[in-house]
């Protein structure tokens, strides 16, 4: 676990299949805690590396937001034009800081976060993954049963509510085809993003971390 009392609390979001297992994995390799082991949500066939969510978490946030989309079974539904919403009851955002005081989470994944930005502090540091639909579609939106249609206009509205979160905090949105193409570069972004020295950083650990997923 990382001590230092300076670092901000990290929130990394994406659309789902979009590389933000990857990236939440990257980040506490960095040197953020996502919270104690048996809080986090255990790799599967669907995701053999990892979730690295808080599971307390991820319920109370969902539980108190509208019904994520792409639930399981459910049809594709478009984003509102409207703010998500979360419940007005004070005591959700206060069960959230709980939690995140409690366990000393310095890092929470979830891919609906951009939405529900309202229940963390306002000094929080958000990273979100973007990647090309057409690399995502295969992965998710078939096996949810949604055309590619509905898929496409999702995504596109989910890309534009990213858009809008970010000019209310403090946001750095990274491509998935960018770690590809230089990961260097990549993790320099993150370091200075979140204040870190370059010096402290192993970029050959944090390469590992990447490979085995660079081509899913």
């Given at each position: 676990m990382n001590s230092k009392k300076e670092l901000p609390l990290v929130l990394v979001g994406g659309f789902p299949r979009s590389g933000t297992s990857f990236l939440c994995n990257l980040?506490?390799?960095m040197g953020f805690y996502p919270?104690?082991?048996?809080?986090?949500?255990k790799a599967s066939q669907y995701n053999p590396f990892g979730?690295?969510?808080?599971?307390?978490?991820?319920?109370?946030?969902?539980?108190?937001?509208?019904?994520?989309?792409?639930d399981a079974g459910q049809k594709a539904e478009l984003l509102p034009d409207g703010p998500i919403p979360i419940e007005k009851d004070v005591s959700v955002v206060k069960r959230i800081h709980e939690i995140v005081h409690r366990d000393q989470v310095e890092v929470y994944k979830d891919g609906f976060l951009p939405f529900l930005y309202r229940a963390f502090p306002a000094a929080s540091k958000y990273i979100i993954i973007r990647r090309d639909s057409h690399e995502i579609f295969p992965a998710y939106g078939r096996n949810k049963g949604v055309s590619l249609k509905e898929f496409q206009q999702?995504?596109?509205?989910?890309?534009?509510?990213?858009?809008?979160?970010?000019?209310?905090?403090?946001?750095?949105?990274?491509?998935?085809?960018?770690?590809?193409?230089?990961?260097?570069?990549?993790?320099?972004h993150i370091a200075g993003f979140l204040g870190l020295a370059l010096a402290g950083v192993d970029r050959k650990r944090?390469?590992?971390?990447?490979?085995?997923?660079?081509?899913?």
């Amino acid at each position: 676990m990382n001590s230092k009392k300076e670092l901000p609390l990290v929130l990394v979001g994406g659309f789902p299949r979009s590389g933000t297992s990857f990236l939440c994995n990257l980040v506490v390799e960095m040197g953020f805690y996502p919270g104690p082991k048996r809080m986090l949500r255990k790799a599967s066939q669907y995701n053999p590396f990892g979730f690295w969510e808080h599971e307390l978490l991820q319920r109370t946030l969902w539980h108190a937001s509208c019904t994520p989309y792409f639930d399981a079974g459910q049809k594709a539904e478009l984003l509102p034009d409207g703010p998500i919403p979360i419940e007005k009851d004070v005591s959700v955002v206060k069960r959230i800081h709980e939690i995140v005081h409690r366990d000393q989470v310095e890092v929470y994944k979830d891919g609906f976060l951009p939405f529900l930005y309202r229940a963390f502090p306002a000094a929080s540091k958000y990273i979100i993954i973007r990647r090309d639909s057409h690399e995502i579609f295969p992965a998710y939106g078939r096996n949810k049963g949604v055309s590619l249609k509905e898929f496409q206009q999702a995504h596109a509205k989910y890309c534009y509510w990213v858009g809008r979160m970010s000019q209310n905090v403090q946001t750095l949105i990274v491509h998935y085809q960018a770690f590809r193409d230089d990961f260097g570069s990549e993790i320099m972004h993150i370091a200075g993003f979140l204040g870190l020295a370059l010096a402290g950083v192993d970029r050959k650990r944090l390469r590992e971390v990447f490979r085995p997923r660079e081509e899913r």
